[in-house]
């Protein structure tokens, strides 16, 4: 029988109580009986995800939005009074909406589908004392499996055996070097990234061999946790799409009630049904801005391909506009803040030291000797010999190599090792050159329990080069090299020192010994070095942050975005790391362990989450906590993470962003938003090109809204004063749609205006409709109105013509609109300056000219062409006319100038 403990429990068991508790055997592993019937109970190895929603159903739903019930109950209204252009056109209006809607949704589907094929593949396994070769999916627990080099593992595993294992987890805990594996029994306390004794599902081993046992399945597991919790987690809406379903739901509250009122009083003086009708829909067609949905969807679309071409590359829609007002950026550090790359860059050698120049494993770069705090350049011809024999311990001591494709450096091998192999080319000491001269003749591996490597080389006598921990090495050596490279009485006051120096700056420390033997020596063991080693010196390392990076996080910090460091490394390179970027809150930088967050409750997490700068070694539960905790107190959190272990916390930010080349398949496919180029520095270029979706959609608002309340109004009115009504609601859905779109879609274009990274985000909590918006909207409605029936009526007195009339009103409407696109426009901003002589020249702006000569055409169409005016009851007109209707611009100039002076409505804040 099975005993089942808690699943954070087996790296504090015994191996005996492991094996006990699984019913299983150390030696042989189950019988083909009992896999049967572990089967029945426990299910195949696969993660299992609730079916998807039909796709019917998922498109029904697109339709679930107040401003679309809106349109199709005036589509119903239109199509039951038998005008059934009108009713398409409203009903078409309707669909393209929801088939946008569909189609970015169905982007995001395949996130735990991913999930499940990361853990697909085929292992090997122990059943009856027999090797087997099975899918991972046929595993159950208890299985005892057998690991190697290149494997990925399987299910969850308590380590029974190890030699020299060790196990890439970065996809799951975010450590950026493959961890050391051991057999010793750890606190039940120890997080997740610090069990030793463990090998979960997803990872990789990179170096050696082991053994473990099955003690979690499927979605027992670690990943299977994960895949829980995505399950379980609905995505949150953007700020974007939050303000529009405000903004809908008031106008439903606005419209249905003045469409009844219109309805009522026209019934009650006298008027049919039927023109009542005519007259509700009119006004509730007018009140609707039937094309802002297309130009949010196009001015989103534009905001994509510029992220696009700035290495950012978008799957939702709606998270362009919420990078623009993302108030905090919660980075994972390796590879996005950082070159993920591990490189030496110190160096303690013949007690000198030395600092190395260049980032990752390209062999260029300096050694330069540090000497009261000046450096000096070194002779790569006449290295100091303690110097030159610490970094040929480095190279030889080695099992990796560098490869070279194109201008890229990459390890074959161990990230440490590589860097080890690096900065000796640096100093010109070939890896290929020192094997020759003095190949290895035998070698002890890395293990844990030693924490030293060795190998013995051929030379004259032969000479034993080791490396590992200071610690390991400290208690082995009894002398030094001193700067002469001559043999001296070890001074470990002075190593220790030196140690704890480069520990403060968050580098990984190495140390080097090494030792002759005799020539009739041709094999080496742990008696051979446990004593009377020369201490060579120290090699101090680190994933170095990249330039761009550092210069985005303050240009972020400048825009009043904070940058939250959320990484699986140990929390002093996380501080060292955070510490050079500028990475910190106004208390410096402030660090915070996964242990720690582990004893907080609710409150604190909170107040943690808001007060910190760095978290280190979390685990993926406490990611997802931190979101929520900084999202509670009102932030709009952008996450970005590249493992499986950030799936979680990446779909419930409020934008996910995803490493393209780095990242895993389901981080991917949680994600947002995706980096090309894994670089930090492309987030800021995102969240600029947000700021400018955000600002130029201010402008379409801006500029479609007023038009909707001058008709709005006009209707309301000529139904009150028992009128004619001066514009039909066909003629308001060619003015909605077709004149709107090309006049609005050139915004949309606008390129970043000065200083946009120079405000602070918007306040997430701002309406999507500010006062000054409002005000600036009212007074251009109150304009409209009174051009459309003034022109109306003077036109009907004069010319004794209704549909001469209409157009003519509708002309002159679109007349002043031509100015007041200009006005809101950067056009319209630099025409002004240039008037004032505050620039020497105007802006350019073809694709707005585009627009408002594209305009021009329609409108002469809509009154001109014959069929036109059949469709929609219009008549063309004289060229005295058209001279008539072209008046309204002239008063329109200088308010538009006044007002842009006094109120810019779509400056950035």
Request: aromatic residues 6%.
């Amino acid at each position: 029988m099975i005993v089942q403990f808690h699943s954070r429990s087996y790296h504090a068991l015994t191996d005996h109580e492991i094996v006990k508790s699984l019913g299983s055997s150390a030696e042989s592993g189950l019988t083909p009986e009992e896999v049967a019937r572990r089967y029945e109970q426990h299910g195949w190895n696969e993660l299992q995800f609730k079916p998807a929603k039909p796709a019917w159903l998922r498109f029904l739903v697109q339709f679930h939005q107040p401003l679309l019930y809106i349109l199709l109950l005036a589509g119903a209204v239109k199509a039951f009074l038998g005008s059934w252009t009108n009713a398409w056109v409203i009903w078409g209006v309707t669909l393209i909406n929801a088939i946008i809607g569909y189609v970015q949704e169905a982007k995001a589907e395949g996130a735990i589908a991913s999930l499940a094929k990361a853990v697909t593949t085929e292992t090997t396994v122990l059943r009856e004392g027999q090797p087997l070769r099975i899918p991972s999916r046929d595993l159950v627990p208890g299985d005892l499996v057998v690991l190697t080099s290149g494997d990925k593992v399987p299910a969850d595993l308590r380590l029974l055996r190890v030699r020299t294992l060790q196990i890439d987890e970065s996809a799951l805990t975010g450590e950026s070097v493959p961890v050391e594996k051991s057999v010793q029994v750890l606190p039940e306390d120890t997080p997740l990234a610090e069990r030793r004794n463990m090998a979960y599902a997803g990872s990789f081993v990179t170096f050696g061999q082991g053994q473990g046992i099955v003690v979690a399945t499927a979605n027992a597991t670690e990943m299977g946790q994960i895949s829980r919790s995505m399950e379980n987690r609905v995505s949150l809406t953007t700020p974007l799409t939050r303000k529009f379903e405000q903004f809908s739901r008031t106008l439903l509250y606005i419209i249905l009630p003045l469409a009844t009122f219109t309805f009522a009083v026209g019934l009650g003086q006298g008027g049919s049904w039927i023109d009542m009708f005519e007259a509700a829909v009119a006004l509730a067609v007018s009140a609707i801005p039937e094309g802002l949905p297309a130009v949010v969807t196009i001015t989103l679309a534009i905001g994509v391909n510029r992220m696009a071409n700035r290495n950012a590359i978008i799957r939702k829609l709606p998270a362009v506009e919420a990078l623009g007002s993302a108030t905090v950026i919660c980075s994972d550090k390796t590879g996005t803040l950082t070159e993920n790359q591990m490189t030496v860059q110190a160096i303690h050698a013949g007690g000198q030291p030395y600092r190395v120049s260049g980032g990752g494993y390209s062999p260029k770069g300096d050694i330069t000797q540090v000497s009261n705090g000046k450096e000096i350049g070194l002779d790569a011809a006449e290295l100091p010999p303690a110097l030159a024999q610490c970094l040929t311990a480095g190279v030889l001591c080695n099992d990796s190599q560098l490869k070279q494709t194109g201008t890229d450096w990459t390890v074959v091998g161990d990230p440490t090792e590589g860097a080890l192999i690096a900065v000796a080319e640096k100093a010109g000491l070939s890896q290929a050159g020192l094997s020759t001269d003095t190949p290895r003749m035998d070698a002890i591996p890395f293990e844990s329990e030693y924490q030293y490597m060795a190998t013995l080389h051929e030379a004259q006598p032969h000479i034993i080069y080791v490396k590992g921990s200071v610690e390991a090495l400290l208690r082995r050596c009894t002398q030094m090299l001193d700067a002469q490279g001559q043999a001296i009485a070890l001074n470990s006051t002075l190593i220790k020192q030196e140690v704890d120096d480069m520990a403060g700056q968050g580098l990984r420390v190495l140390a080097f010994a090494q030792k002759t033997v005799s020539i009739q020596q041709h094999a080496i063991d742990h008696e051979d070095i446990a004593t009377d080693l020369v201490f060579l010196g120290l090699q101090g390392m680190i994933d170095p942050p990249r330039p761009e990076a550092i210069a985005a996080v303050h240009a972020c910090q400048s825009a009043g975005i904070q940058v939250k460091m959320i990484t699986g490394d140990h929390i002093a390179t996380a501080r060292a790391i955070a510490q050079r970027m500028g990475i910190q809150t106004s208390s410096g930088v402030v660090a915070f362990a996964g242990q720690q967050l582990a004893q907080m409750n609710e409150l604190e997490i909170h107040n943690a989450a808001v007060e910190g700068s760095v978290f280190a070694r979390v685990a993926p539960a406490q990611k997802l906590q931190l979101v929520e905790a900084l999202q509670a107190r009102g932030n709009i959190v952008a996450m970005t993470g590249d493992g499986v272990n950030d799936a979680p916390a990446l779909k419930q930010a409020d934008i996910g962003i995803a490493m393209g080349k780095g990242g895993t398949e389901v981080a991917r496919e949680s994600a947002d938003m995706l980096l090309t180029d894994d670089n930090f520095a492309s987030i800021k270029a995102a969240v600029e090109e947000g700021r400018t979706v955000y600002q130029n959609l201010r402008k379409a608002i801006a500029f479609l809204l007023p038009v909707n309340g001058g008709e709005s109004i006009t209707i309301l009115i000529s139904v009150l004063l028992a009128r004619e009504l001066p514009i039909l609601s066909l003629q308001v859905l060619w003015l909605n749609m077709i004149n709107s779109i090309t006049m609005t879609v050139p915004l949309a274009f606008e390129p970043r205006s000065q200083g946009l990274m120079q405000h602070p985000p918007r306040n997430p909590n701002e309406p999507l409709l500010t006062q000054k918006l409002l005000r600036r909207i009212v007074a251009v409605s109150s304009f409209n109105w009174v051009l459309i029936f003034g022109m109306f009526e003077w036109a009907q007195s004069t010319t004794g013509n209704i549909a001469v009339a209409r157009t003519m009103a509708i002309q002159s409407l679109v007349a002043a609109r031509i100015i007041y696109l200009i006005s809101i426009s950067q056009l319209g901003t630099s025409l002004i300056a240039y008037v004032r002589r505050q620039t020497p020249s105007i802006t350019t702006a073809p694709i707005l000219m585009v627009g408002i000569v594209a305009a021009v055409v329609l409108q002469v169409v809509f009154s001109q062409w014959q069929v036109m005016n059949t469709l929609f009851e219009t008549a063309p007109l004289t060229w005295n006319q058209w001279v008539i209707c072209l008046l309204p611009m002239v008063p329109m100039v200088p308010w538009a100038m006044f007002a842009n002076a006094i109120d810019p409505p779509c400056r950035q804040r």
